[in-house]
């Protein structure tokens, strides 16, 4: 009697019955005696050639008859690789899917095959152990593995042992157990069968070697696939920023901001509903409108905020939602500044042909400028306050800027400033009307610099006024 044991120190057996497609995900498990005996051979022929053929021969003869496999317990599984297939083009991606399979092997992850019949001389014994030692995978190049002669019986408690099955139609496997065919050869070794190329032998219209048979063997089932737990989706945190930053080196000054935070906005609109009219139905945060294509109240939708970090020049242009972004429109605001530049039209004064690019986007207090987020009880503008509504006649200006800024807080749930100050500066340059509303330099309201004092500090942004929501009346603290 010979055993030999197969250890997978990668716990890990990948192997394809023969004629099987791998695609197919079928394991030979356990290895049927033609695999074996063809592992055997290939030692010996390329890492010990000079054991004498009079010794292997009748030792592969003797190993030709039918082992008793022992299996530790196991279970199934596969991977999947894709890579490109000869359709697969720069502009046309194509790809081919290949299925790994493989058993998993538990207990000490060792197969042992016993033959009963064998009995092996001193010379065969050593050439046998030699060839084991030499044997540096079985199955495909993956299974690693270790061969050795086992001395004693397999371990009873962690493996079962797997005999031939004798069995005709009516026979049907016993409950947990399977029946697997296992190629071997057919009587007495035919050693030219052996070691036939799989190709050669498709070439001669056959699927399995001439002087081989099919075994039925009976085998364990695998164990089942172990319990996952439900995976627990962590809520993504809501979007209610995103910063762009221009791609350019000569800014456009912030005295444009208006124009420019007016057309990107219109550009990202432009982006969410092309090819999809029916979003214009929908509310959009984005585009400030409700379902009924009234606009939202509460300031809860979206502002386009120029970010300056010398006072003079554009840098960012930030979008802050505190109602969040959805995905649509978060994929809209991506391709618009991928696709496109923004801009006025060439005959009308203003910026040109900028390029955007997304660089940050999230939560507000992780994505915006970390001034904005300051808490601070001092706060001044750096673009003009313009108040929503007119001067009345023969008001006050300070008592009508209070009233306006006041009634601006409120609706932010802000508190009222303990004072008020009025800032010099070049607001009268400032862009004050919205091309896109047909409004004009006539039109456009008186702008202030403003400085505003709280009873305690208050977190921003912070914006008021008209077209606050596209970069006018933006706050800055001040120490």
């Not at 152990?129 to 079985?138: F, R, S």
């Not at 061969?147 to 005999?163: K, L, N, S, V, W």
């Not at 003009?384 to 601006?408: D, V």
Request: with cysteine.
């Amino acid at each position: 009697m010979i055993t030999l044991a197969f250890h997978f120190p990668n716990r890990r057996y990948h192997a394809t019955p023969w004629g099987r497609y791998l695609n197919e995900g079928a394991v030979e498990l356990p290895p049927s005696p033609w695999r074996i005996l063809r592992t055997l051979y290939a030692a010996w022929k390329t890492r010990h050639p000079e054991l004498d053929t009079d010794t292997i021969h009748p030792l592969l003869h003797q190993l030709a008859a039918p082992p008793v496999y022992h299996l530790p317990p196991y279970r199934l599984a596969h991977v999947r690789h894709y890579h490109p297939d000869t359709h697969h083009r720069a502009d046309h991606h194509s790809t081919d899917r290949a299925i790994d399979a493989f058993a998993i092997l538990g207990a000490d992850a060792t197969l042992y095959l016993t033959w009963h019949t064998a009995a092996l001389t001193t010379a065969q014994h050593k050439a046998l152990e030699l060839l084991c030692q030499a044997v540096p995978y079985l199955g495909r190049s993956e299974s690693l593995t270790q061969a050795r002669i086992h001395e004693g019986p397999p371990p009873a408690d962690t493996h079962t042992p797997c005999a031939l099955h004798l069995w005709n139609d009516d026979t049907q496997a016993a409950s947990g157990t399977d029946t697997v065919q296992l190629l071997a050869p057919d009587g007495a070794l035919d050693l030219a069968a052996l070691t036939q190329r799989p190709v050669d032998i498709r070439a001669d219209k056959r699927r399995y070697p001439p002087n081989t048979r099919l075994l039925p063997y009976t085998v364990p089932l695998p164990d089942p696939a172990p319990h996952r737990p439900a995976r627990t989706t962590r809520a993504r945190p809501l979007t209610t920023a995103v910063r762009l930053t221009l791609a350019e080196r000569i800014r456009p000054p912030l005295t444009q901001a208006l124009t420019l935070t007016d057309a990107l906005r219109a550009a990202c609109i432009k982006q969410l509903t092309t090819g999809h009219p029916d979003r214009l139905q929908q509310a959009s945060v984005l585009a400030g409108k409700n379902a009924d294509q009234t606009p939202m109240r509460g300031h809860q939708h979206t502002h386009f905020i120029p970010y300056s970090t010398n006072g003079r020049h554009i840098d960012d242009i930030v979008l802050w939602a505190p109602a969040g972004l959805s995905d649509e429109e978060l994929h809209a605001i991506h391709e618009t500044a991928r696709t496109r530049t923004i801009g006025v039209p060439q005959d009308i004064p203003g910026p040109h042909n900028l390029h955007l690019r997304v660089t940050a986007y999230g939560p507000a207090e992780a994505t915006l400028p970390r001034a904005w987020t300051t808490p601070a009880a001092r706060w001044t503008t750096t673009t003009p306050f313009i108040p929503p509504r007119h001067r009345k006649k023969k008001q006050e200006l300070h008592a009508y800027l209070t009233a306006e800024i006041t009634r601006e807080l409120a609706h932010r749930d802000l508190p009222e400033p303990t004072d008020i100050t009025l800032t010099p500066g070049p607001w009268s340059r400032h862009t004050r009307h919205r091309r896109s509303k047909k409004e004009t330099l006539a039109t456009a309201r008186t702008a202030y610099g403003i400085q505003l004092t709280f009873p305690h500090p208050i977190t921003g942004p912070l914006t008021l006024g008209r077209h606050s929501h596209f970069g006018l009346g933006t706050f800055t603290p001040t120490p």
